[in-house]
């Protein structure tokens, strides 16, 4: 069971020891600061949500969504913002005046995704809730950080007991916040650590998305990836520290030291 209602904690500079100077021997994540700061991202982390499904099926006639592969998702528009998701996405698809269709496609998904988590379509990842239990024990502040406007709602469509959402185990949370600038530029985990009083190289950033990946590493963040997509090359290439499946397979022991590891089998 989480522990319910997010609690304002002690700035993480109180119990976050820099360790610049310091590289931990045998580490795979080999990130040279002490970590004591979680910043999730949502879809494909946390939840299991039908964007990919709502971006294919709103294509319509301008590409067959047989062409809208996983890889073309994760590699064009997961971690994005809404409109640039969408002409990149058309733009991978080779679609002709890609800049002109780029609204009213995604406008289309944005239908589309609203009816699919009307019917239900979203669900959580077993793993993610017991891995957010587990870095809330090590007394970590957390915060929830998507660029897709849909993370509240879907949050809190997921019920923990009766009286808590998912939305409210979280310490910050700057889903869907209008910014200047989308994934992979690092603002929107910038902005969080700033609401958690965190030092960015204190922050672990746990993401699904290349660009996502990439923002994280920008903002001189610990970047821990989930290859939940068969994707883990692709999230290596974008400069994961770690790149795991499953979140169980993190090392909780370590992680209390602020070392980013795999767990032994």
């Known amino acids: 069971m989480l522990p319910m209602g997010a609690r304002r904690l002690p700035a993480a500079s109180d119990h976050c020891v820099d360790m610049s100077n310091r590289n931990v021997p045998g580490s795979e994540a080999n990130h040279p600061h002490r970590l004591c700061v979680g910043i999730f991202d949502v ?15 709103a294509l319509g006639g301008l590409a067959e969504g047989a062409r809208f592969t996983t890889s073309v998702y994760q590699s064009h ?3 994005r913002p809404r409109l640039d998701g969408a002409l990149a996405a058309l733009l991978a698809l080779g679609v002709s005046d ?5 609204a009213a496609y995604a406008m289309r998904k944005q239908r589309r ?6 019917e239900g379509a979203v669900d959580t990842f077993p793993d993610a809730l017991r891995f957010v239990h587990a870095v809330r024990g090590l007394g970590w502040p957390i915060a929830a950080a998507s660029s897709s406007k849909n993370a509240n709602d879907m949050m809190r469509r997921i019920r923990l007991d009766d009286d808590h959402s998912l939305l409210d185990v979280f310490n910050a949370n700057v889903c869907g916040r ?9 603002e929107i985990y910038l902005l ?5 009083s965190a030092a960015p190289a204190n922050c672990l950033v746990v993401e699904d998305a290349p660009a996502g990946i990439e923002a994280a590493r920008a903002g001189g963040m ?11 090359e692709m999230l290596l290439a974008a400069g ?11 090392d909780m022991d370590e992680l209390l030291r602020g070392h980013l590891r795999r767990r032994l089998p």
């Not at 995704?113 to 009307?118: H, K, M, N, T, V």
């Open 43 to 57: 879809d494909g982390v946390l939840l299991a949500s039908p964007h990919e499904r709502a971006w294919r099926e």
């Open 240 to 250: 994961a520290h770690l790149v795991v499946t499953n979140l169980d397979q993190i």
């Open 98 to 102: 890609a800049e002109q269709h780029a």
């Open 222 to 232: 610990a970047a821990l990836g989930v290859a939940r997509l068969d994707d883990s």
């Open 113 to 118: 995704l609203e009816a699919l988590i009307d």
């Open 77 to 79: 528009v997961a971690g």
């Open 178 to 186: 209008e910014l200047r600038h989308g994934k992979p530029n690092p």
């Open 192 to 196: 969080a650590a700033a609401e958690l």
